[in-house]
C-alpha cells in the first residue's frame, strides 16, 4: 500500500469520527432527550476545554516519550469505548462530563494526525504543500460521508450515531500503529528540564510574530465555534414557520450544512496554487474575509427564496474553514524547530479548538442571549438575522486587525522548503 493512500485512509476516518455526531448530535439533545438549549451550549464548549491543554500535552510526549502513530492508536481505541458510554447517559450534567472526556481523547487527535502526516512526508523528500492538501481532503470526504450515512440512516435524533463514531474510531486505533514510525526526540543529560518536557515550545509566544499569529487562531477558532453551535440550529428553527416548515433545508438541515463539507475538498486543492501565488498571510487573510461573508450571507438568507444564500454560505466556508486552519498549520511547521513542531502544532490547536472555541461558545451565548433574543407568548425567539450580521462585524474586525498588525512578507522559496 502506497504511502499517499495510507494517509488518506488515516485522515478519511479521523474526520469521519467526528461527523458522525458533531452536526447531528442537536437532534438527539432536544428530540430525544428533551433537555435545555442553555445545557446544550455547554456540550460544545467540551471541544475548547479538552484542546486547551490535552493538545500541546499530546504534542509534548509525541516529541519525547511515544511515536505520534502510536499515541495516535491509544487515544482513538479509548475513545471508541467512551462514544459507547455517551447512550448509557441519563442525565444532561454527566453527559457533559462523559462528553469532556472523550473530547480530552479526540481533540489531540487532529494535530497527531497532522505530525503523523507531516513526518512520513518529509521522510520521503515529497513536497508537503502539493501531496498533503490532496490526502487532507479526504479527511473532509470522511467528514460529509458519515454526516450522511447519519441523516439518511435516519439516526440524526438517535444514540445510534455514537456507535457509528465509535466502530470508526475503534477501526483507526488500530489501524494507527500500522502507520509510518514518527520519531521521538529524547533528549540527554545536557537539555535542561523545561527543555525535555518539551514545554520550549511554549517559548513561540516570546516572538512577537507567532505570539500574534497564536492570538488570531483564537480569534478564528472563535469563528469556527459559532457556525459549528449555530448553523445547525438556526435551520432547525424554521420548522415554527408554517412557510418553511415542508423545505429540504428543514426537513435534511445536516445535508445542507455538508455542503460547506463538500467546499473544503475543493478549497483543500486550491491551496497549493494560492500559497505558492499569494503567499501564507494573505491566503490567511482571504479566510477572514471568507468568514464575513459566510456570516452575512446566513443573514440574508432562510429555506425558502433565500435558500441560494444559505448554499452560497456553505460554499464559502470552504475557503473560510480551509484557508487558515491548513495554511496557520504550514506556518507553524515553517516557522518553528523540527525537535518542538509536535508540540508547536499542538499550541495551534490549543489556540483554535481551544481558547478559541471556549471564547466563542461563552461569548456568543451571553451575547444572543442579551440582545437577539425576545419572549413572545411565552416563548424565545432569536433574532438569526441580526445574529449573522453581529458575527459578520466580528470577523470584519479581526480581518482588518491582522491585516495591519500581521507582517510576513511572501518569499517563494519558504513556501518551497515544505518539500525539504
Partial sequence: MSLKLRLTIMNFLQFFIWGAWLITIGGYWFKTMEWSGTEFGAIFSTMGIASIFMPAISGIIADRLIGAEKLLGIFHIIGAVILCLLPEVASPSMFFVVMLINMIFYMPTISLSITVAYSALTKNNMDIVKVYPPIRVWGTVGFIVAMWTVSLAKIETSAAQFYVAAAASALLGIYSFFLPKCDTNKGGSEKSFVEALGLDAFQLFKQKKMALFFIFSMLLGAALQLTNAYGDIFLHEFDSNPLFADSIAVKYPAIIMSISQVS?????????????????????????????????????????????????????????????????????????????????????????????????????????????TITENGNSVRDWPNIWFAFAAYSLVVAILFAVTFKHKHDPKEVESFSH
Fill in 264 to 372: 473544503e475538498t475543493l478549497f483543500i486543492l486550491a491551496i497549493p496554487f494560492f500559497l505558492k501565488r499569494f503567499g501564507i498571510k494573505n491566503v490567511m487573510l482571504m479566510s477572514m474575509f471568507a468568514w464575513v461573508l459566510r456570516f452575512g450571507l446566513f443573514g440574508i438568507g432562510d429555506p425558502g427564496s433565500g435558500l441560494v444564500w444559505i448554499i452560497i454560505s456553505c460554499i464559502v466556508y470552504g475557503m473560510a474553514f480551509d484557508f487558515f486552519n491548513i495554511s496557520g498549520s504550514l506556518y507553524v511547521e515553517s516557522q518553528t524547530d523540527e525537535k518542538i513542531r509536535a508540540s508547536a502544532q499542538g499550541l495551534f490547536m490549543m489556540m483554535t479548538n481551544g481558547f478559541g472555541a471556549v471564547l466563542g461558545s461563552s461569548v456568543s451565548g451571553v451575547v444572543i442571549d442579551k440582545f437577539f
